[in-house]
C-alpha cells in the first residue's frame, strides 16, 4: 500500500462518522476518477403520451438501489424527430470525460395496438436518435443518423462503448434483416445483434452482423473489466418453443469487443426470481469489487435489481432492499462525480 493510500485511511478513520460517510466512502489510489454517486437515464414506457421520451433519476449518494426522480419525474428531453418517441436510452462518457452522448431507438408505440409491434419491426426506423452534451445539463437538439442497413426492418436499443484497441466507439442495436427481394418484409426472420464503429456519432462505418445464435436476440449491454467484455443479452425466443431460458437472460464473455465469438458464461439470468426479462443494465459499484444487473420485469414489477461479486461466475443475487424511481423501462446508469451530480441537482430539483 502507498504511504499517500495509507495517509488517506487513517484520515478517515480520524474523521466522526457524518464526515466519514460524506468524504471517505471510497479511498481510491491516485489518478482514479472519485465517482460520488450515479445517474440514471431511462424512458417512462408507452402507456402516457409523454411517457417515450428522456427521463433522469439520481441515486442517493453513492447508493446504486435508491434513487430520486429529478426534473419533477417529467422528461429532460424530447424527440422532435423521426417519430417523435424515444426508447431505451444509453449514455457514454467519451473518453477524457469532456462529453457524453445519448443514443436511443427512434420508436413511439403509444396510442398503437400490439399487434403494431410485428409492423414496426418489418418496417421500422433505420436510425437511432442522438443527443450531445459537455455538462449533462445542456444538450444539443436531438437528430437522426442512419445506423442499419437498408434491408433492416427496426433498429432497436442502440448503445455504444470505447473500444481502445479501434480507437473508436462502438455502437450495437438489433435489427431484423430481409432479403433484397422481400419489399412487404413478409420473410421469416428474426433479431441479431450489429455493430458499426463511429468517431463522432455522425459518419458510421458500414452495420455488420455482430451476434446471430440462429434465433431472435436482442437489448444486449456490455461492461469491460479486467481486459474482459461482458455481454448480456436477452434471449428473445417465446417460451411456447420449448426454450427453458427464453425472454431471460444470457451472460458471454470476450476479450474483443466486436469479436463474434463470445464465450458462454451462463443463461436463464433472473430466472426464478423474476418473470420473463429484458432490457438488462450492468455497471460496477463505485465502491468496491461488486457490479449491478438490472432486469427489466415488463409487465409487472418493471426493473429489478441483482447484484455479484464476480462477473465470470454467472451467478447474481437479487437484491431486496431497493427503491426505483417511477417506472423507470429500458435505461441505462453512469458513475457520476459529486460536482455533475451537485450540478444535476441545481438544474433539474
Not at 479511498?27 to 403520451?49: N, Q
Not at 426534473?71 to 469532456?98: F, M, Q
Request: aromatic content about 12%; proline content about 7%; some cysteine.
Amino acid at each position: 500500500m502507498s504511504q499517500l493510500l495509507s495517509r488517506l485511511l487513517l484520515a478517515c478513520i480520524a474523521l466522526p462518522v457524518a464526515a466519514l460517510m460524506a468524504s471517505c466512502a471510497t479511498v481510491e489510489p491516485p489518478g482514479a476518477p472519485r465517482y460520488a454517486g450515479y445517474l440514471f437515464v431511462y424512458f417512462g414506457g408507452d402507456s402516457t403520451a409523454d411517457g417515450e421520451q428522456i427521463r433522469y433519476a439520481l441515486s442517493v449518494g453513492n447508493d446504486p438501489l435508491h434513487w430520486r426522480e429529478l426534473n419533477g419525474g417529467r422528461p429532460v428531453l424530447t424527440s422532435t424527430v423521426g417519430e417523435k418517441g424515444v426508447r431505451d436510452p444509453y449514455i457514454v462518457r467519451a473518453p477524457g470525460g469532456g462529453k457524453f452522448y445519448i443514443i436511443a431507438t427512434d420508436l413511439r408505440m403509444a396510442g398503437r395496438d400490439m399487434g403494431q409491434w410485428w409492423v414496426v419491426q418489418r418496417q421500422g426506423s433505420l436510425s437511432i436518435v442522438v443527443w450531445e452534451s459537455a455538462d449533462l445539463v445542456h444538450w444539443s437538439a436531438p437528430r437522426l443518423a442512419q445506423v442499419a442497413p437498408e434491408e433492416a426492418g427496426n433498429t432497436w436499443a442502440p448503445e455504444a462503448a470505447w473500444d481502445p484497441l479501434l480507437g473508436k466507439f462502438v455502437v450495437f442495436w438489433a435489427s431484423r434483416l430481409y432479403g433484397p427481394g422481400d419489399k412487404d418484409r413478409q420473410q421469416l426472420t428474426h433479431n441479431r445483434m450489429l455493430y458499426a464503429t463511429t468517431d463522432d456519432f455522425r459518419s458510421f462505418s458500414e452495420p455488420r452482423v455482430w451476434h446471430d445464435p440462429g434465433h431472435s436476440v436482442i437489448d444486449a449491454t456490455v461492461i469491460e473489466h479486467a481486459g474482459r467484455y461482458y455481454r448480456f443479452t436477452k434471449d428473445d425466443r417465446e417460451p411456447r418453443d420449448g426454450t427453458p431460458c427464453a425472454k431471460s437472460i444470457t451472460a458471454q464473455r470476450s476479450s474483443s469487443l466486436t469479436s463474434t465469438h463470445y464465450e458462454f458464461i451462463a443463461d436463464c439470468i433472473g430466472r426464478g426470481a423474476i418473470g420473463d426479462g429484458e432490457g438488462p443494465l450492468v455497471f460496477k459499484s463505485n465502491t468496491g469489487e461488486k457490479w449491478y444487473l438490472f432486469i427489466d420485469e415488463y409487465g409487472k414489477r418493471g426493473y429489478v435489481p441483482f447484484e455479484t461479486t464476480d462477473l465470470d461466475s454467472g451467478r447474481w443475487t437479487p437484491v431486496k432492499d431497493y427503491r426505483m424511481p417511477g417506472q423507470p423501462r429500458h435505461g441505462v446508469v453512469l458513475p457520476v462525480t459529486q460536482q455533475e451530480a451537485e450540478r444535476l441537482l441545481a438544474a433539474y430539483p
